[in-house]
């Protein structure tokens, strides 16, 4: 099984390797908010909680960043179940779940490594990471990336033979959720109903939770229901994507 997971795994991020400029490439969106969305809300006195607006807005962006990357990250194994290079793995005697285990880890790697380039260019802007929140803030990021890769995996599987049930659905999930967790605006100053809506929202809870992580607010309940929230994802994803790989793509 170790074998077989090193194996999908340095496959996977072989093409990483050769082109390392693809990973900055890739975080175009949160670098475009970080740089431009973040300094418009610099000079807000306060927001969230009232401390310096970059401690509230740069957490928000690592959470968008973990949104966006992973989500898409099924793009690849669609493409190669539509290409058949997919088939040709599936006659060789590597294990099947070792197969979404190596893809999956591919991406745990590349989301480390984004939310520590996303941390360190943010510092001089004036961010203030406390040490040991920032390593647990890591950890729930991680977590919540890794269910949503093997989520992603899972629908890449789903939408054979024309793969458009694919675009379709990570179009229409991936916007709400953003809008509705309050990650670049209070989603307190919306309306009543917004506020209900965003409360059954569980990437609400994670961003809520990376945000008392960075301060170093280990004590606040936001952290237990933003690690529940991003553990119960990882589970179910990597649950029903490995059953999907094991029934056969």
Known sequence: ?????????????APVLREPLSLIF??????????LFGSILSGTPGLGDGGPAWQWFVPGILVMMCLSGPMMAG????????GGSMERMLVTPLNRTAMLVG??????????????LIIVLAVPLG????????LAGLVVLVVFGTGLGALSFLLAIRSQ?????????TQMVLY??????????????????????A??????????????????????????YGGVAALAIAVVGLWLGTRAMRRGV
């Not at 709400?176 to 809506?197: H, K």
């Open 1 to 13: 099984m170790f074998r077989d997971v090193r194996t999908v795994f340095s496959r996977e991020f």
């Open 26 to 35: 890739a975080m175009g969106q949160p670098l475009l908010f970080l740089f």
């Open 75 to 82: 793009y690849s194994l669609l493409v190669e179940l539509l």
């Open 103 to 116: 893809r999956t880890l591919k991406e745990f790697v590349i989301l480390l490594a984004q939310a520590v």
């Open 127 to 134: 961010f203030r990471p406390h040490l040991a929140g920032a």
């Open 161 to 169: 033979p024309s793969g458009q049930l694919f675009w379709t659905l």
């Open 176 to 197: 709400p959720l953003m809008l509705l967790s309050g990650m670049m605006l209070p989603v307190e100053y919306g309306p009543a109903w917004l506020r209900v809506i």
């Open 199 to 224: 409360a059954f929202n569980p990437v609400s809870h994670i961003v809520d939770a990376e945000r008392a992580l960075f301060a170093g607010r280990f004590g606040e309940i936001s952290v237990l």
